[in-house]
């Protein structure tokens, strides 16, 4: 009677044993399965194409074009790049970070102005800022400028603003961090150090143009340091978008 008891002990316990093997693995598929749907979420909110829609036709300001919402204060375009997004700006750097250009929660943010930058791009520095995104999206685009081939072929873009088009032309790349203060804490006042630094720490550079204010395109070098890359751009004002707006 004893033996037999003790068998049916057993295989209850075996059977238990299973079941909680069984709910192991149900709960660490469970979790695969989240991660996977997660990372596919964010990867798809990265690459949403529906703003697209309001992407700035040839020759056509924000003014004309429409924007998203009050927020936007640009359109950006790198030529034969993955980057071609609207510009957001708020009154701090926290709310684009996770929120897409409509006003909804994405991992991937959107790209955006520092606060501290005027809009309208008539600083002599303005900085954006862009998650770093696998396949290229959002600015993880700009890990390609660290090939010198691709920098040297990759120099032309348009940035169109509320009532003004302008060329924009990367022409240096610098590996940084989040203590650049001439960087991160963008003003007019630290420009000269702002040139220097450039020149002291570009990976690939070559002259700039000269008068021309300067844009800088800043995504994190990876997700668990103050590591960041900057490409630093000229933004020319198009001449011939003037007198095409005299003759309408």
């Not at 069984?22 to 598929?29: K, N, Q």
């Not at 520092?114 to 770093?132: I, K, P, Q, V």
């Not at 994190?220 to 004002?237: H, K, M, P, W, Y």
């Amino acid at each position: 009677m004893g033996k037999k008891v003790a068998i049916r002990a057993v295989r209850i316990l075996d059977r238990l044993t299973d079941l909680c093997i069984l709910l192991v693995c149900v709960v660490v598929l469970s979790m695969c399965a989240y991660a996977l749907y997660d990372n596919f979420m964010i990867y798809n909110n990265a690459v949403d194409n529906s703003v697209l829609t309001y992407r700035p036709v040839k020759n056509k300001t924000l003014v004309e074009a429409g924007v998203i919402n009050d927020d936007q204060v640009a359109w950006l375009t790198i030529d034969d790049t993955t980057i071609d997004f609207p510009v957001m700006q708020a009154d701090n750097n926290s709310k684009y970070l996770n929120m897409d250009p409509y006003g909804n929660y994405s991992l991937s943010g959107s790209i955006f102005v520092d606060y501290r930058c005027a809009g309208d791009f008539s600083n002599m520095f303005t900085l954006l800022y862009g998650h770093h995104m696998q396949n290229g999206a959002m600015f993880g685009a700009l890990d390609n400028y660290k090939d010198a081939t691709f920098f040297y072929a990759h120099r032309t873009g348009t940035l169109t603003v509320k009532d003004k088009i302008y060329d924009i032309m990367p022409y240096a790349v610098v590996p940084t961090d989040v203590t650049a203060y001439c960087i991160f804490y963008p003003s007019d006042e630290d420009i000269e150090e702002l040139v220097q630094y450039i020149d002291d720490n570009a990976l690939y550079k070559v002259d700039p143009i000269e008068g021309a204010n300067i844009v800088g395109l800043s995504t994190c070098a990876d997700a668990t340091s103050g590591d960041r890359l900057v490409v630093f751009c000229n933004i020319v004002e198009r001449e011939e978008q003037e007198s095409e707006s005299e003759g309408i």
